[in-house]
């Protein structure tokens, strides 16, 4: 967890100009953790973890078939299909595809699994161009965050609701981190509780600028805005697209049968964003005093 934080420390360098790193120097560094790979296992009722040691996957299965939610790097691809087989789901029953945020790191295995399983992807309305682009926001001819372009089947904004079968997701907008990243909630069973899950899109300043050439217009507000929404949320088990959001591998470890799911933590989110709130202060105030001293 600290290799991560201390890389995407350096990834709000890059982006404000303040070090002489590059986003090759950055993906080195988090890459092997990315792409290592991590048992799968269920992580409530029928919510399933099938992604890497680095990237967060989920599988949510239905009466209908499979949802998965989000995928890992490309070259992963391959690692969350047999994940998927080890749990004895079956890729070709994927109805659904769904996207928190369109980054390469989230998107990679999107445009592969969708043409073997005739899918539907849906994703943050905002998210759509850049997932059908295939690059990141205000860095459009970065090569080195392309990822290979989708079709978007179905946008959703704030309130949204996706169904399969006998499970219902409602789509939260919490942009900022991209300009249609969604957050998804959904109620599991935990015995004879009844549980509220939120997968949490993202709320780091990571790459983004937010000051003077903006990643995209309305940035800082987006992300004000979402902290604000999502502390406020009443979430029983928080999830997100990387395992350190919510202590994934430490949690898993101390599973065992009979005792109470360590994933469920009531609160956890407003602790969690508390923090993300925090650390946009410092980098806006950081990109800001950078930009001043260039001007």
Known sequence: MRTIAAALCALTLIATGAQAQTLKDFMAVVMKKWTAPFEPFQLIDNVYYVGTDGIAVY??????????????MQQSTGMIKDNIAKLGFKEGDIKII?????????????????????AQLIAGERDKPLLEGGYYPGDENNTDLAFTPVKVDRTVKE?????????????????????????????????????????????????????????????????????TKVKAMKVDVLLGPHPEVYAMQAKRAQMKDGAPNPFVEPGENATYVAGLEQDFDKQLAKQTAALQKSN
Request: net charge neutral; hydrophobic share 30%.
């Open 59 to 72: 599988v949510i299965k239905t009466s209908q078939g499979l949802i998965l939610m989000d995928t890992a």
């Open 98 to 118: 769904l996207n928190t945020h369109a980054h390469l790191d989230h998107t990679g295995g999107f445009a592969e699994i969708k043409k073997e399983t005739g």
């Open 159 to 227: 309130g949204d609701k996706v169904t399969l079968g006998d499970v219902t997701l409602t789509a939260h907008s919490t942009p900022g981190h991209s300009p249609g990243c969604t957050s998804w909630e959904i109620t599991v069973k935990d015995g004879s509780q009844t549980r509220n899950v939120l997968f949490f899109c993202s709320g780091t300043v990571a790459l983004n600028r937010l000051v003077g050439r903006q990643t995209y217009p309305g940035i800082v507000d987006d992300y004000r805005s979402t902290f």
